[in-house]
């Protein structure tokens, strides 16, 4: 599939042969246009790959527009609604893939992500759309047309779309490109940085808590209004697991997150009923729900003053309340997606056109709209690519 020739003409140019520039060259090269898709990578669709453990959590059942951030909360509203997750589901059988509902509607491949991998190429071959892969892109103009300049050949086209991703997992090749045409364009950016990511706990915390990677719970994480119910995860540098990792997208710097560590239950409950109030009734307690080697931690950083009801009362609060000030996050290297990105102000919300550089479209992670963990920035790259697929 790669093949540079010395100048070539085309109806739609695609930056970027990830989940988004595949679907849109898909969606284009249906309604008749001639696409090509430019990836710089060796391979299309590496994040696929190793996406969901790689079984590729291709969408979520529950889609609705409160799962996506974005400074502008309306703007994915259109998108989603016009190519749903019952869309891309057909799109999936009609492949005979098969899947399976995890938790929480979260669907993956019972085999491999390679099957989507191998379901958009195909889906790219019957739209008669050309991948180019290693093209390495010197620079990008515009005249009457949009041209792209590679090492050895120069694309053009009327119409660009920018489908280069975030800037998460940099070892899979993300890069600042598609912030940096954008801003070439004039338009606006929402300082990128990284979500769905692990955060890590100051010094304090971590001489605490480090020993007990591995150990996991299930918690409420709140982060400025949004709070989650799923389980936490302890690491050796700080806290992982789904609750945080979606709880971590919400969280700025310097901000504490507060941790319900014992969801709908009065913990001290059997305390209160002990015969004798002592440690041990207090750390059976707190094993009831939390495992057994965090129980007693917390029990050592967090001791009964003493065994009256106010006492209790205080403890509960605690237990219902933890504050943790993380020290940060571990950074786009672990972060699953980037929030922020090209401002939504500045696009389309029914077919991601730049509103004032006709023929340029922005779709998928590049653009400011962040999905929760379990599907949804899939379901986000397939509907933004839709909609500008179809537009064009």
Known sequence: MNGDHLLTDYDVLILGGGAAGL????????????????????KIGKKILISGGGRCNFTNLHCQPKNFLSRNPH???????????????????????????????????????????????????????????????????????????????????????????????????????GYDLAKQFGLGIIPPRPALVPLVFHASDRKRYSDLAGVSAEIIATAGRESFREKMLFTHRGLSGPAILQASSYWHEGEPLQIDLAPDRRATQPIREAGTRTAVAAEKALQSFLPKRFA??????????????????????????????????????????????????????????ARKVPGLF?????????????????QWAWSSAAAAGRAL
Request: glycine content about 8%; overall charge negative; hydrophobic content about 40%.
């Open 75 to 177: 703007f994915a509203k259109s998108a989603l609604a016009r190519y749903t997750p019952a869309d891309f589901i057909a799109l999936v059988e009609k492949h005979g893939i098969a899947y399976h509902e995890k938790t929480l509607g979260q669907l993956f491949c019972d085999n491999s992500a390679t099957q989507i991998v191998s379901m958009l190429e195909s889906e790219c071959r019957s739209a008669g759309v050309k991948i180019v892969v290693n093209a390495q892109i010197r620079e990008v103009s515009r005249d009457t047309s949009f041209v792209v300049r590679c090492a050895t050949s120069e694309y053009r086209a009327p119409a660009l779309v920018v489908a280069t991703g975030g800037l998460s997992i940099p070892k899979m090749g993300a890069t600042r490109y």
């Open 23 to 42: 679907f849109c060259a898909i969606e284009a090269g249906k309604g008749g246009r001639r696409v090509a898709v430019l990836e710089r990578a060796e």
């Open 296 to 353: 007693e931690r917390w029990l050592q950083s967090h001791p009964l003053k003493s065994w009256t009801n106010a006492s209790l009362d205080a403890f509960e609060r605690e237990l219902h309340a933890w504050q943790v000030r993380p020290a940060g996050t571990e950074g786009f290297e672990k972060a699953e997606v980037t929030a922020g990105g090209v401002n939504t102000d500045d696009l389309s919300s029914k077919t991601m056109e």
């Open 362 to 378: 922005f779709i998928g992670e590049v653009v400011d709209v962040t999905g929760h963990l379990g599907g949804f920035n899939f």
